[in-house]
């Protein structure tokens, strides 16, 4: 599976759209962009996933570059409750696990 | 409402002592996983089960046992060979290789701690 690299931690103001970086350069084609967070002490919860285009949701909004190598989630108008470690993960079509690294500790502040 | 339910929330168990945690689900899922976290990391894969009677290992299987006799529940038992237990553990699905639109769906953990 493709290694994912992001960030430690970052910090955004509450309202604000919290831009997440993740670096998968050696995604290969039959891989998906899945990003997942985890509210403290909680199961991580399903955000969003994609192959090649942008997607939406009620959630966030995911952009990959043309050439995959990289992705962004953005959350849109970030709260509190948004504050979580983020994980940003690359999957192979058709199989079945996932591989959690340590994430992006996200901090919304007021 | 269809979910994962792991029980207990938390667990306390004596050194040298086996214990059972409890994943049951109702999402009609195939694919069952149980993964560990420790204090500031990422999760680690223990086992996953594919379909009803058939499991593999996952990446830190020593000192872990589990069974996969109905769809809907995948127990993990905690054995006296695994040396460091205390950590957070959590029991996911997922439809499988399909994996539908939401990949893993998981319960909210059990937190065993060893006294």
């Known amino acids: 599976d493709a290694k994912t690299t992001q960030p430690t931690s970052m910090d955004c103001a509450e309202g604000r759209a919290a831009n997440l970086p993740c670096n998968h350069s050696?995604?290969?084609?039959?891989?998906?962009v899945y990003w997942y967070r985890q509210i403290h002490s909680q199961g991580p919860q399903y955000i969003i996933h994609?192959?090649?285009n942008n997607e939406t949701n009620e959630m966030a909004s995911l952009i990959i570059t043309e050439d995959r190598k990289s992705s962004t989630l953005i959350l849109p108008h970030a709260t509190l409750r948004d504050t979580a470690v983020y994980y940003c993960i690359v999957r192979v079509r058709g199989d079945y696990k996932l591989s959690f690294g340590a994430g992006t500790t996200v901090t919304v502040r007021a | 409402d269809g979910g994962i339910t792991q029980s207990p929330k938390y667990l306390f168990r004596k050194e040298g002592q086996n214990v059972t945690l409890s994943c049951e689900q109702n999402?009609?899922?195939?694919?069952m996983y149980w993964y560990r976290q420790d204090p500031g990391q990422g999760l680690r894969l223990i086992y996953y089960?594919?379909?009803?009677?058939?499991?593999q290992k996952g990446d830190i299987a020593e000192g872990y046992s589990v069974s996969r006799e109905k769809k809907e529940s995948f127990p993990l038992t905690v054995t006296s060979a695994q040396k460091n237990p205390t950590a957070f553990y959590l029991c996911?699905?997922?439809?499988?290789?399909?994996?539908?639109?939401?990949?893993?769906?998981f319960g909210s953990g059990t937190r065993l701690t060893v006294v």
């Open positions: 089960s594919q379909i009803v009677n058939d499991f």
């Open positions: 999402l009609n899922h195939d694919a």
């Open positions: 994609g192959l090649k």
């Open positions: 050696t995604i290969s084609g039959n891989e998906y």
């Open positions: 996911a699905s997922s439809m499988g290789r399909l994996m539908g639109n939401y990949g893993y769906t």
